[in-house]
């Protein structure tokens, strides 16, 4: 039995998968101001054009660059790892894996996305970059990507993670990545929201109205906006975790997984993992897929289908989606990465098909499995990653009762290290069970009410 499957670096995948070829039920159109569907030329301010070319595309197959992978080789192959020792601690017949995203520079799945990114945008003839930032996960990855590459890299990053996390907005700094606090007083949009809420916490949705104002108005034109998750093109970067996890199993001539787990904020690392799998599953598989959600957050278990903005300030167009209203605060738990109101389209899709079984899961529990985790594995995971753990160890118990011997994957997005004020919160017993309050949902419907309907389309094979 072994504990690490590496892959050789001459079988890392040469393309990355793109399952708007494969949905069974196509997309949703995004719709404009005008309520009429976006054209690709009407992006062009915010994304190179060959970034759009791969956001709007449907070809399945698409070839990762040399050069993306001459960087990406840094840590990829990235492991497989079998989680043995937990599965000993649970006593539980399942065969157990996850794919180590925690060992890239930045140390989380966040640069898969980010170097193909800033490497598409200096071929476009860009020179800097704008982004948002929550618990600074994207804003490491993206201005490390940017440093390899050779962009200006801009961040702006949630005030309450900005307070919390120094050591994020220093990892920034060491790649030359300038970080300010969202909301600033640099932005239209910042200044607005300033004005009217002096003390607010921050948002993901009011980074994004930001870094896009500052890539549409620079006045040399030379400056472009990039997004970490829910945009198609991420996903499809991020495929790169389950086509390796897919070489890996099959390998160790392992059978293809029974349930694929990943935590989903945007739906990046989740889809990474799951879309390569949710292909088999098309095609007749019989695999459970799960995205696992904060339940102080729960985009896809209780939020509506609905057409909503990315962002706060209403820059971004109506994206198809489950989605809490893009006015809405999150509560401030410590899984910074999972605290925004919408979620990729392309995995709502699939929640809709019912291809994918959202699950919330509270925060204590979340905290008590990343705990598990350390003192049986031994790696101390990032507050995201323990709700992956979470639903991992639900179904590792569930194949217990069941007496099954299932095999699990699930996506290990990141490591904790720069996140250990949460576990000092949950060890010294200061975090409680946190539902979303029903209120909040009504707030959600005002917020939602004027926009285009979005009519839930399936086949109703799952
Ligand atoms: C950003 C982040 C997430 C959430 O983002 P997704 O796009 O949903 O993957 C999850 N885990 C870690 C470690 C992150 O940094």
């Not at 057409?307 to 820059?315: K, N, Q």
């Not at 285009?452 to 094979?461: E, F, H, I, L």
């Amino acid at each position: 039995m072994d504990r690490k499957i590496h892959l050789d670096e001459k079988d890392i995948p040469r393309q990355w998968y793109n399952i708007a070829a494969d949905l069974p039920t196509p997309m949703l159109p995004t719709l404009g101001p005008d309520g009429n569907p976006v054209k690709p030329e009407m992006l062009a301010p915010v994304f190179p054009m060959n970034i759009i070319e791969q956001e709007v595309s449907t070809q399945r197959w698409i070839d990762i660059p040399e050069e993306v992978l001459d960087i990406l080789y840094r840590w990829r192959p990235a492991p497989l790892r079998r989680a043995v020792y937990l599965e000993r601690y649970l006593k539980t017949p399942a065969r157990i894996y996850y794919k180590d995203e925690s060992t890239s520079p930045p140390g989380s799945h966040k640069p898969n996305t980010a170097v193909p990114q800033a490497w598409y945008n200096k071929q476009f003839g860009i020179k800097r970059l704008t982004t948002e930032t929550g618990a600074g996960q994207w804003g490491a990855a993206l201005a490390f990507a940017c440093k390899l590459i050779g962009l200006e890299c801009k961040i702006f990053m949630v005030r309450i993670s900005f307070d919390q996390k120094p050591f994020r907005k220093l990892m920034m700094q060491v790649w030359d990545g300038n970080c300010v606090a969202s909301p600033s007083s640099e932005t239209n949009a910042g200044r607005a929201i300033l004005e009217k809420y002096p003390d607010t916490p921050g948002s993901l949705g009011m980074a994004i109205s930001e870094a896009i104002e500052q890539a549409v108005t620079d006045p040399k034109g030379q400056t472009r906006y990039s997004l970490g998750s829910v945009l198609n093109h991420v996903m499809l970067h991020q495929t790169i975790i389950g086509l390796e996890a897919k070489a890996q199993l099959k390998k160790i001539g392992e059978r293809l997984p029974d349930v694929v787990i990943g935590c989903a904020g945007g739906g990046s690392n989740f889809a990474g993992i799951a879309f390569p799998f949710t292909a088999d599953k098309i095609n007749g598989a019989n695999i459970e897929i799960i995205p696992a959600e904060p339940a102080a957050c729960p985009t896809l278990t209780r939020a509506p289908f609905a057409y909503d903005h990315g962002d706060t300030a209403c820059m971004t167009p109506l994206f198809p989606m489950y989605s809490l209203g893009h006015d809405f605060v999150p509560p401030p738990i410590h899984a910074g990465g999972l605290r925004y109101h919408g979620m990729s389209p392309l995995v709502c899709q699939c929640v809709v098909e019912g291809l994918h079984k959202p699950r919330a899961i509270d925060q204590v529990e979340c905290y008590q499995a990343a705990l598990t985790w350390a003192q049986t594995e031994g790696f101390i995971c990032a507050p995201e990653t323990s709700h992956a753990i979470a639903a991992t160890i639900q179904e590792a118990n569930k194949a217990k009762e069941e007496g099954k011997e299932k095999v699990i994957l699930f996506s290990y997005s990141g490591h904790g290290l720069m996140d250990l004020s949460g576990y000092d919160a949950f060890m010294s017993g200061k975090l409680q069970p946190y539902q979303l309050p029903d209120v909040m949902l009504e707030k959600t419907e005002a917020c939602l009410k004027t926009h285009p309907k979005a009519p839930q389309r399936k086949t109703g094979k799952w």
